[in-house]
């Protein structure tokens, strides 16, 4: 027994060193995917530590010992994030789920392989298809991901045109209703402060480019008023320390606007822009009276410098 629980306790200090201390990941998509694949692994080894203390130092056996090691290592998990919240670390449902996955691997795995329990070949199979579709749910989010990049950097210069679904990987909205529909994406702004939707992570070096093009519509019978925000990575929250215009689209009005990106580079106020490090795009419609419809229908950067 003390063998185990030594690994057991260095097991634990791993894991709440991997879950608790902030991780040498960059901010992106591939950053926090990498990150959230390693809740599942680590709940597995977790699981069969519990699974091998219970049997061998508890003497429990059964069903009894996949439900107290399942149930045990779930709560866990569940613990695990509600204790990261006021550690100032990402917590969610999202990760829950994750461990969970890796929980029932290991039940999965540990009934497969256990000697002293012999499946019959009906439970067998059961078995096989518990532990196919965890291995599924593990690898989809990093089978999407690396989709999502395949997706952004074979179609740039343009940012997005709303011809996949997979668009929908590099963006975030908030005070709105948004939705692709022929080949645009359909928005319908809250009455809200600066509703908006953000294009994040695009492909970062815009320094071989000239313009950014927006083509949009406005389908309302009153005029539209929007903003267009670019950010860097080096960013500053203040207002000033970014690209910011404003513009205007009259009554069911559809047209290109054409930003020089040298206006988008003297942007901040106290400093160039980095244009090879560009970090997001934000289309955000302006207080006030006005249009709260849009459609969307791409977003891409024109002509290469020589």
């Not at 059964?62 to 990402?90: M, N």
């Not at 461990?99 to 096989?128: E, K, N, Q, W």
């Not at 940012?159 to 928005?187: C, H, P, Q, T």
């Not at 080096?234 to 205007?248: Q, S």
Request: hydrophobic share 45%; aromatic share 10%.
């Amino acid at each position: 027994m003390a063998r185990r629980l030594f690994l057991l306790i260095a097991f634990v200090v791993v894991a709440a060193a991997l879950l608790f201390v902030q991780l040498p990941m960059p901010p992106t998509y591939a950053g926090r995917t990498i990150e959230n694949s390693g809740h599942t692994p680590l709940f597995l080894i977790g699981t069969l530590f519990i699974l091998s203390i219970l049997r061998h130092d508890f003497r429990i056996e059964g069903v009894r010992l996949y439900a107290f090691s399942g149930l045990i290592a779930a709560v866990a998990g569940l613990t695990s994030e509600v204790i990261q919240g006021p550690l100032g670390r990402d917590s969610s449902w999202e990760d829950v789920l994750a461990d969970c996955v890796g929980v029932l691997l290991a039940l999965a795995l540990y009934a497969l392989f256990d000697r002293r329990r012999r499946l019959g070949t009906a439970a067998r199979v059961a078995v096989l298809l518990i532990v196919a579709g965890c291995l599924v749910a593990y690898v989809a989010p990093i089978v999407s991901m690396v989709r999502a990049y395949l997706h952004r950097d074979g179609q740039f210069p343009v940012l997005v045109n709303f011809d996949s679904r997979l668009d929908l990987y590099w963006m975030y909205s908030y005070g709105l209703k948004r939705e692709i529909r022929d080949g645009a994406l359909d928005i319908e702004y809250d009455a809200g402060q600066y509703p908006g939707v953000s294009f994040f992570e695009p492909v970062p070096d815009w320094s071989r480019y000239g313009t950014l093009v927006i083509e949009v519509e406005n389908p309302a019978d009153e005029v539209l008023h929007f903003g267009v925000r670019v950010h860097d990575k080096g960013h500053g929250r203040e207002f000033a320390d970014r690209f910011n215009r404003r513009l205007e689209l009259g009554p069911h009005e559809r047209r290109e606007f054409t930003i020089p990106l040298d206006d988008i580079r003297r942007g901040p106020r106290n400093r160039l822009m980095n244009m090879a490090q560009i970090s997001d795009v934000t289309v955000f419609r302006l207080h006030g009276a006005g249009s709260t419809r849009m459609r969307l229908y791409s977003i891409r950067l024109g002509w290469m410098r020589a």
